[in-house]
């Protein structure tokens, strides 16, 4: 590959480290719970699993049984 050609080196983070960054502080619970330790993710990662988290449709139990 010619430089011209080269992509960018895309920076992927910890979860520890996403989890105390001020960008995601308003998502940090969502994000310590869905997040796995030994697994490092880009910004476009975090952004897709929040996403998709919040447009989540929402299942709800009730004394067992589904609703």
Known sequence: ???????PAVSAYTKEQICSSERFRDNRDILTALLAPEQTYTLQDIETILQDFKQAKIKE?????ER
Request: net charge positive; no cysteine; proline share 0%.
């Open 1 to 7: 590959m010619t430089k011209a050609t080269e992509k």
């Open 61 to 65: 139990k009730v004394n067992g049984g």
